[in-house]
């Protein structure tokens, strides 16, 4: 275990040298204070748990203080936003402090965000506001929870600096955790100002610190590229079978890793819905719920363009075709744990578009129903969820599939197939007014919500006594909530 004033720097992206990042320090917020820290992301820095708790870790994190090994840069970058091409963002209001390593030797990027203008701040004032900050927070630790691979954060410091959005709000800060904070917009951006010697420099950056098993295969690159898209196919694959909506999907959001990255109105589902758009500010439906799938492969491609000076067209197109298939596999795997299946059959994929048929328009709750059709056998399941559905012939039509389809799939106790099914199936997960009622308590003072709910969430499987308060439905207020874009 480390104290704070032990970490190990390397910052290699910062040697990389000011074609990549400038140089900017942070600028402190005022009267700064612990809203909620993780120790599982301590952990990552081998930091222990209790220096949270002492004023040098708010002060750390709130930009009034900086080891003397950090050096704080903002990233510069582009992308495609709403499907138009943005040819210059870039870190307009967060730092890459520097990147620590821990024990394990694995490297972590320290980002904080909210830390004040950068050159790339356009008209924005380099702040964020707590709501955000805390939403960030919480989404980042339980999806990781949910085994889905996204960026981490240490922790939430809030303040008394006002900031203005469609109101005064309070400025905050989140320190975010990532092996890489290197988005698609970054070859992006250095393919379109044509900038080819630093494209190639952050190309091989990308592959000698991310992605080095690719330096065995005959093209380096193009092996680097299939990784991306089959990492991303599976965090897709993930997205949708948990219900979890991004909400802006634009390539600057998109992470080199595959992991989820940059939350801004992100929602889970509540009922089931495909259509779903959590940004209000996507009147198009751009990034609804079920268009993450295409999108995902949309953004790949506008990757892949920038590639072209490494990667023939014809391998990339190659490379682009193995999203799909990959996508499918991957979510037809989970779908068929979550109902509970072990093996595969044919028509697994039409069982499982006949169920999301019948939930749509339904008023279904996408988590509880997995979650309660584990609770018991298929058969007593399935007759207990059939009062929620609205087409209850066709949904008797297709319990009788499943119910068969189970006895096909083996002979098993009850016992197994609840622990095999509640260990896919959270109990637990981020809904909108959740989150908006820990906002509600931090913004009048108390954290202990923004906590509680963040305990609650590092467990999601796992029926926690005396918490059955956060396994319910939204109350009719919490349930469209409107996520405003300005954070
Ligand atoms: P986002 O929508 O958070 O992914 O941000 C898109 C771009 O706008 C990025 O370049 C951000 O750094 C920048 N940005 C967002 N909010 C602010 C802000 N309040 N001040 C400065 N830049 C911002
Ligand atoms: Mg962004």
Known sequence: MKALDELTFDNRFARLGDAFSTHVLPDPLDEPRLVVASDAAMALLDLDPAVAQTP???ELFSGHK????AEPRAMVYSGH???GYSPQL???RGLLLGEVYNAAGEHWD???KGAGMTPYSRMGDGRAVLRSSIREFLASEALHALGIPSSRALCVIGSSTPVWREKQERGAMVL????SHIRFGHFEYFYYTKKHEQQAELAEHVLNLHYPECREQPEPYLAMFREIVERNAEMIAKWQAYGFCHGVMNTDNMSILGITFDFGPFAFL????AHFICNHSDHEGRYSFSNQVPIGQWNLSALAQALTPFISVDALKEALGLYLPLYQAHYLDLMRRRLGLTTAEEDDQKLV?????LMQNSGVDYTLFFRRLGDESAALAVARSRDDFVDMAGFDAWADLYKARVARDGAYSEEQRRARMHAVNPLYILRNYLAQNAIAAAEAGDYSEVQRLHEVLTKPFEEQAGMEQYAQRPPDWGKHLEISCSS
Do not use: S, T, Y
């Not at 900086?66 to 090994?69: D, I, Q, T, V």
């Not at 509540?270 to 819905?273: A, H, I, K, N």
């Open 81 to 83: 936003q709403f499907g």
């Open 66 to 69: 900086l080891w003397e090994a």
């Open 110 to 112: 320290l980002h904080l």
């Open 176 to 179: 975010r955790l990532a092996p």
């Open 56 to 58: 040098v870790f708010a």
């Open 90 to 92: 870039g870190d307009g």
């Open 270 to 273: 509540d009922d089931f819905d």
């Open 353 to 357: 578009e006949r169920l999301l048929a």
